[in-house]
C-alpha cells in the first residue's frame, strides 16, 4: 500500500471557508459501494433511511484549545493543546524551537508552565484552572475566513468536552432533519470520542503509521442499539473508530478507553453498514478509512466527479452518503 495511492489535487477554490446555511442544505453525493453515484442535498438524507435503522452520532465537543500567549522576553507563541493525562496537558507549540523547558508561557492572566519536551515532537504542559477561558476554538489552518459565531464548529448535540476538532460529519444536521429521521422510525444513538492530533497530522507511511490514542465511550445503551438495528449509519469516521473499537474482539460490547485504531484498506468492518462523511485531505487517515469501506478506485472516481461538479471539500464543506 502506497500513500500515493491516497493522493489527489484539489484547487483551492473548492476548500470550503463557511459553511452552508443552514445547516443542511449542503450537497450531498450518495455512493453506492456498486459503484452507482447520485446527487442530491443534505435536508434529502431521510429518503435514504427506514425503519429499523440506528444512525449514531459522536456527542464530543470541540474545546478552546488554541492558547495566544508570549514568553518573558515578549516572543509571541502558540499552543494547540492536544490532551489531558493525568491533570497534565500534551500540546503543539509554535514556534518550537523558542520554547525552553521551566520557561513559562503567559496567556492572559495565567502562566502556563513547560515542563517536558517528547520525542513524539508534543510538550508536556502545567496549565492552570481556568487558562482555557483564553482560548479560541482551534479551525482547521485551510479555513482563513474567521466565522462570526463559534458555535457553528460545532454540532448541534455537543455536549461532551475534549475534541480539538469538530466531528465534522455532524455539522449538516438540524433539529429539524433529526425530527423528520426519527418519523422514519429510525432510531438515535451517541458515542463519545474526543478528537486529536491525527485529524491533521500528515502521514508518513501508510503502512507503518501509528494513531495518537484517542479517548473513546461507547456505553450499553448503544450496543443494545446496533445489536438491533437493521442498519448502523455512522455519522463521521470517528463513529466508524468507536464502534469498530468495540468489535474488535468479537461481538460488540461497551468500551471505555483508548483507542489507536488504524483503519485501512484490508480492514473487516463488523459493525457499520453505511456511512455519513464529509470530503478528506488528501494522504491522511480520514481518506484511507473511507477507502476501507467503499473501495479506493470508487472513492476516487467520487471524488473527481465531485470536484467537476464543484462540491465543496473539507470541515465546512459537503457530504457524502456512501451506502
Known amino acids: 500500500m502506497r500513500l500515493e495511492d491516497f493522493d489527489y489535487e484539489l484547487p483551492k477554490e473548492l476548500i470550503a471557508q463557511k459553511p452552508a446555511e443552514p445547516r443542511d442544505h449542503s450537497r ?8 452507482g453515484m447520485e446527487h442530491r442535498m443534505f435536508y434529502e438524507l431521510p429518503e435514504y433511511l427506514g425503519e429499523g435503522d440506528v444512525l449514531v452520532f459522536n ?25 489531558e493525562v493525568g491533570g497534565k496537558w500534551e500540546a503543539l507549540i509554535r514556534p518550537s524551537r523558542k520554547v525552553r523547558i521551566g520557561v513559562p508561557i503567559r496567556v492572559g492572566e495565567y502562566k502556563i508552565e513547560v515542563l517536558e519536551r517528547k520525542e513524539s515532537g508534543l510538550f508536556v504542559l502545567e496549565v492552570p484552572d481556568g487558562a482555557l477561558k483564553e482560548g479560541e476554538i482551534p479551525l482547521p489552518p485551510y479555513i482563513r475566513t474567521k466565522i462570526e459565531n463559534p458555535e457553528r464548529y460545532q454540532t448541534i448535540f455537543a455536549d461532551r468536552d ?15 432533519l433529526i425530527s423528520r429521521i426519527k418519523e422514519k422510525g429510525v432510531r438515535i444513538g451517541f458515542i463519545t470520542l474526543h478528537i486529536s492530533l491525527d485529524t491533521f497530522r ?73 456511512l455519513i462523511t464529509n470530503f478528506h485531505l488528501p494522504r491522511t487517515t480520514l481518506l484511507m478509512l473511507v477507502c476501507a469501506f467503499a473501495g479506493r478506485e470508487k472513492i476516487m472516481r467520487a471524488y473527481e466527479e465531485a470536484k467537476k461538479l464543484g462540491y465543496r471539500f473539507y470541515s465546512f464543506g459537503d457530504a457524502m452518503l456512501i451506502l
Open 59 to 83: 456527542r464530543s465537543r470541540v474545546i478552546p484549545a488554541r492558547l495566544r500567549g508570549y514568553k518573558e522576553t515578549g516572543a509571541k507563541m502558540e499552543i494547540l493543546l492536544i490532551r
Open 162 to 176: 475534549g475534541s480539538i476538532a469538530s466531528p465534522t460529519a455532524g455539522l449538516h444536521f438540524t433539529e429539524n
Open 28 to 35: 450531498l453525493l450518495v455512493l453506492h459501494r456498486d459503484g
Open 202 to 274: 500528515p502521514i508518513k507511511n501508510a503502512e507503518s503509521h501509528k494513531l495518537y490514542k484517542e479517548y473513546c465511550e461507547v456505553d450499553e445503551e448503544i450496543i443494545r442499539l446496533i445489536k438491533g438495528a437493521k442498519r448502523v449509519i455512522c455519522v463521521g469516521t470517528t463513529v466508524v473508530r468507536a464502534l469498530e473499537t468495540c468489535a474488535l474482539e468479537g461481538e460488540p460490547r461497551p468500551f471505555f478507553g483508548f483507542t489507536e485504531l488504524f483503519i485501512k484498506p484490508g480492514f473487516e468492518f463488523k459493525v457499520t453498514d453505511a
